[in-house]
Every structure is written in C-alpha cells, then in structure tokens.
C-alpha cells in the first residue's frame, strides 16, 4: 500500500537531494536541462515531511523528455506518471510500489516559468517564517491522518493554503 507517512525532519535529506542531483545530471543534461532545485518539506530544515524528496527542474522541452527521456529516467529507477493531467508538467516517482516498498523521490518537470518559480518560492517562504511553517506542518498532519491512503484528496486539500502562502506580499 502507498500510505502517506508524515515524519519528522532528517538532516540527511539534503544529502539525499545531492546524491540524487548527481545521479540525475548526465540523463537531464541530455535534455535540455537549465535548472534544478530542492523542493517540497523535505527542503525546509525542521519541518515535518513525507519523507520524499522532491525535485524540481525545468529543461527546454517537456516534449524531448516525454519522447526520449522517460527511459532514461526509468533506468534510474523512476516511473513516468502518465495519469498527471498536466501535459505541461512530466510528474516522475521513484520508489512506486510494487517496484519498491515505498516512494523515495518525485521529480517535477517543467519547462521555466511559474511552476519551477513557485515552488522555489513556497520552498522560501517555508524556510523564511517558521510560524508559516508550524501552520503547514499541522495542517499536513491533520490531512495525513484523514486521507492517509488518498495521495490526491491530501495533496487537493493543501493547495488553498500554499496558494495563499504565494499570495502574500
């Protein structure tokens, strides 16, 4: 089963985003790659997260990758998640069971602009204001624990306080 686990920070998460940037540098650099970028819980020190390192990255064809790379990158052990609804924004697991006992890592792909940016941003303003942080760590938990088994309601659920995350000045 693919139940969202909520955890608490580990200081080896940005090690594991290196290690995996690394990893991940000779097959994107083969598309177009222009920027790459920490994203999600697991890049804001303190913070309770599921332990899954997003990444972020932005190339010069989504169309390049969806045509040549999602082998490359099921090589590396990543799933293309075909299902995304976004055709503008290529969502990659690492770690989907059955494959493995859990997710490890999500890649999302984009070409630059305001996906890439605000993640960044939220990323930002996460690490910025620890209040704001407090208050997107209970909120996680609280939806973790009503939809523990429903990755989509819980990930619906939280976009109306990234977005205003976002909004503020």
């Known amino acids: 089963m693919d139940e969202i686990e909520i955890a608490p920070?580990?200081?080896?998460?940005?090690?594991?985003?290196?290690?995996e940037r690394t990893r991940l540098l000779p097959v994107l650099?083969?598309?177009?790659l222009i920027e790459m970028a920490h994203v999600g819980s697991t890049a804001v020190p303190g913070l309770l997260a599921k332990p899954v390192i997003d990444i972020a990255?932005?190339?010069v064809?989504?169309?390049?990758?969806?045509?040549?790379?999602?082998?490359?990158?099921?090589?590396?052990g990543y799933l293309f998640w075909a299902e995304n609804p976004d055709p503008d924004d290529l969502f990659f697991v690492r770690g989907l069971p059955p494959r493995a006992d859990r997710r490890t890592h999500h890649l999302h792909i984009s070409l630059p602009g305001s996906r890439f940016e605000e993640r960044v941003q939220f990323r930002n303003r996460l690490?910025?204001?620890?209040?704001l942080a407090q208050r997107y760590a209970d909120l996680k938990q609280e939806l973790a624990a009503r939809h523990s088994s429903d990755r989509e309601a819980y990930t619906r659920a939280k976009t109306e306080f990234i977005v205003e995350a976002l909004s503020r000045s």
């Not at 920070?9 to 290690?19: K, M, R, T």
């Not at 650099?29 to 177009?32: C, H």
């Open 9 to 19: 920070y580990d200081q080896g998460w940005p090690a594991l985003y290196n290690a």
């Open 29 to 32: 650099d083969s598309f177009g």
């Open 57 to 59: 990255i932005t190339v």
């Open 61 to 76: 064809s989504v169309d390049a990758v969806r045509e040549h790379g999602i082998e490359s990158l099921d090589s590396l």
């Open 127 to 131: 690490r910025g204001d620890a209040g």
